[in-house]
């Protein structure tokens, strides 16, 4: 078990390596310089040489490499050479709305998702059944870029339920004008996970109440919606939790639409902002973290098998292979 | 990587000993289910293929030609027919904007699928025959890939070099090259134990013989049927991007460059974004359905 663990910790560490090597290796190759930018257009070459060489970056790509990860471990991510603000500020500043978002998301699209996967188990094949599929297609065919606009005209513009655009943060104090500002964004961006929860869901309770226990149970007598809810729910529920693991790695990585629609101060429009002001510095820090970010949570999920299922704590057993064939399936 | 996220529909031999419940036989459903659905699907990605192929020759105003007056609402009463779908904000035809940006998107995602399907295929069918080391290797590289959302590897690209056709389709090959891998692989090592694969061993066949030969028109099929769903995934990416202001660059049109154009003007004239929005979202679905339907025939894995 132990071994396991650290053998998949290992793996994680040397993805985060070369993942923060390629994203500096990737932005060394941006023309223009670090001086250039915070110089502006009127500055002579020899300035801009004399303040890359005060900064650092006029040694080897790998010797900055090294410092920049070594300052990283650290918690030092750099400072903008815009706005003079540490990156690593201006990230813990916006995560909580990513954050907040991302997880909002996952919670709407479950709360959707597990009662059409439950409707559609308890008659396979049936009419609604196949109704329930086709509305989860739908739904996977709907960006957050066609559904925030849309979500904005018909609950903002028209109904004038929630606002259009802004954040209120959580530190004011009124958790329903926040999540009144984050409900319709966290709906648009969740929307399209939706389809993967039922679909799955829906496959390993099929399964389960195929089971000779549930044939017993209802054998003694046992009501239909007692034996979905309390034999079959929680054992088929085990795949749904891994993918939603994944799928808010996803999120956090994927919030960037909705946060520039919305207005929303996240990460995602930290991103978006920082590549429109071709500020490096904050770009590298900010792909780095969320790279990271989604190798720790790949990592985590996987780990977690061996908590969630003592079966799996050896070696890879039928149970994890299933569990990997539905992920290759899902993704 | 992709943001995709489609299991298919169980097949219907598996749903048969759930009837117990009333007692009456299982009839298994029509064979013909989804059927209207998926016709539909193909014909409309036909349509879209169509409108891009032969956007030039079609009778319609260029993309960048003032057409009418500016904002006119979708209607059959405005006359000529590349009106039917209304104006944008300078009078230049949707109709028309949307079969060129067609082209965009469908260029896109069928070039950056095929440099993905190739690439893909090839490091997935190393990785799943050799094994050892190098399919260490090859692995990790896919999950360095994959660490970085689609989205935020796009934005890192464009960060710089400034957004063009050509930035969008490296980074997108870039990022469809793991899913074909790892189908890819898992196929290559599920055939490459087959008896026929060391016959063709035992009678002095080279490696890239039975590769080429032997495993490779297996796994053809299984990797075809995914080939939909990355296109749909790839124009999201794609349309994500343009929706952002950093996709294709004006005064080319593409479906999310006009949906954003839209959203500014939401309260005033909505059909900006909902006639395009309704045009990505059938392209999207047609292109879900087709490569589910693909899967089911074609995706051994599936099959029980």
Known sequence: MLNNVLRRVGYGLLVVLLVTFSVSLLLSLAPGSVAQTILGEEATPDNIAALNAALGYDRPFIVQYVDWLWHAIRGDLGTSPITYIPVTESILQRLPVTLEIAVLALLISLVIAIPLAVLAASRPGSMIDRLISALTSVFLSVPAFVAGPILIFFFAVSLNWFPALGWVPLERGDLGANLRAALLPAFAAGITEIAAFQRVFRADLISTLREDYVSAARAKGLGKNYVMFRHAFRPSSFSLLTISGLSLARLIGGTIVVEMLFVLPGLGQFISSSVMTNDIVAVQGTVAFIAVVFVVMNMLVDLSYGIVDPRVRRAPTAKKRKVAKKEEVAA | ?304
Not at chain 2, 2 to 27: E, F
């Open chain 2, 1 to 304: 990587m992709i943001p995709t996220t489609s299991i298919s529909i169980r097949t219907k031999k598996s749903l048969r000993p759930t009837s117990a419940k009333s007692g009456v036989p299982y009839v298994a459903p029509m064979r013909r289910q989804f059927s209207a659905l998926v016709w539909f699907s193909y014909i409309w990605i036909g349509l879209v293929v169509f409108a891009a192929v032969f956007a030039p020759i079609l009778p319609i105003p260029a993309y960048d030609a003032v057409a009418g007056p500016g904002r006119l609402p979708p209607s059959f009463s405005n006359g000529s027919f590349e009106l039917w779908l209304g104006t944008d904000a300078v009078g230049r035809s949707l109709l028309s904007r949307l079969v060129y940006g067609a082209q965009v998107s469908l260029v896109v995602g069928t070039v950056a699928t095929t440099v993905g399907v190739l690439l893909g295929t090839l490091l997935g069918l190393i990785a799943g025959y050799f094994r050892g080391a190098i399919d260490w290797v090859i692995t990790l590289v896919a999950d360095v890939i994959l660490s970085f959302p689609v989205l935020v590897l796009l934005l890192a690209v464009t960060a710089i070099f400034s957004p063009s056709i050509w930035v969008i389709l490296i980074g997108l090959s870039v990022s469809s090259i793991p899913t074909f891998l790892r189908i890819t692989r898992a196929n290559t090592m599920a055939w490459a134990s087959r008896d026929f694969v060391r016959a063709a061993k035992n009678m002095g066949a080279g490696n890239a013989r039975i590769l080429t030969r032997e495993v490779l028109p297996n796994v053809v099929p299984s990797i075809a049927a995914y080939i939909p769903l990355v296109i749909a995934a790839l124009i999201v990416a794609e349309g994500s991007l343009s929706f952002l202001g950093l996709g294709i660059p004006p005064p080319t049109p593409s479906w999310g460059g006009m949906i954003n154009a839209g959203a500014a003007v939401l309260r005033n004239a909505p059909y900006m974004v909902f006639v395009p929005a309704t045009v990505l979202f059938l392209t999207v679905f047609a292109l879900n359905q087709a490569g589910e339907h693909l899967r089911l025939k074609f995706d051994r894995t599936l099959q029980s």
